[in-house]
Every structure is written in structure tokens, then in C-alpha cells.
């Protein structure tokens, strides 16, 4: 069977997809994907568009429980268990940005197949 989409094309918007995680978690970001989503007629170029607006919204979710138990534990003890949880906080961090990364690596690697976040829930 052969594809008819241009492979140029399917590269960068798939790249743009993922690549729109990397300027951060702000509801600016999530339009790159979205944008991508509506506007391509490419099967791949949608299921990447659809992986990283699902990875935003993790992304958002964990942020804010961890946020949320972060600022409540800090409060409660005075900063002590604050800065005991910095650490899960810096690992969120690399986390977002690492797997942004490797999805744009497999992406340019093969452009012919959507790639797929591990451990995330699939809301779309």
C-alpha cells in the first residue's frame, strides 16, 4: 500500500506537535496541537497532534496535584516538608521535558508512526 501523504510535511507538523510541549505547560502551548489537529488531513500528523494535547493534559493534572500537595505540606510544616518534596517536583520536570524530547527524536527517527507516551491516560 502506498502513502500518499507527503512525508516532509507529515515530519514537521508531527515534530511541531510534540515540540509545542517544550515551551512550557501554558494553554498558548496546548493551540500548536490542537491547530495541527484540525487543520491536517495526514492520519499520523493527527494521531501525534492527539498524543501531545493528551500529554498537556497530564501534564496540567500532575502539575496540579503536586502542586497542590506541595504548597499544602509546605504550609503546614513550615517549609520542612517543602523542601523534602523538591526533589518529586524536579522530577516532574525532567520528566516533561525528557519525554518531549524523545517524542521528537522518534518522530523524526519514524515518521511514518504516531508515537506514544508511556504512562499517560488517554483522554482523546
Not at 503536586?66 to 523534602?84: D, V
Not at 519525554?99 to 522518534?106: E, G, L, T
Amino acid at each position: 500500500m502506498q502513502d500518499t501523504y507527503d512525508a516532509g510535511k507529515r515530519s514537521l507538523l508531527s515534530l511541531l506537535a510534540h515540540a509545542c510541549t517544550l515551551f512550557g505547560v501554558s494553554v498558548v502551548t496546548i493551540l500548536g496541537p490542537i491547530t495541527i489537529l484540525f487543520l491536517s488531513d495526514d492520519p499520523v500528523v493527527k494521531a501525534n497532534a492527539k498524543e501531545s494535547i493528551n500529554f498537556h493534559l497530564n501534564i496540567w493534572f500532575w502539575a496540579a496535584v503536586i502542586g497542590g500537595i506541595y504548597g499544602f505540606l509546605s504550609f503546614i510544616t513550615f517549609g520542612l516538608m517543602g523542601l523534602i518534596l523538591f526533589p518529586l517536583v524536579a522530577f516532574g520536570f525532567l520528566w516533561h521535558f525528557g519525554w518531549s524530547v524523545v517524542a521528537i527524536v522518534k518522530t523524526l527517527a519514524n515518521p511514518n508512526e504516531p508515537f506514544r507516551y508511556p504512562f499517560i491516560l488517554r483522554v482523546l
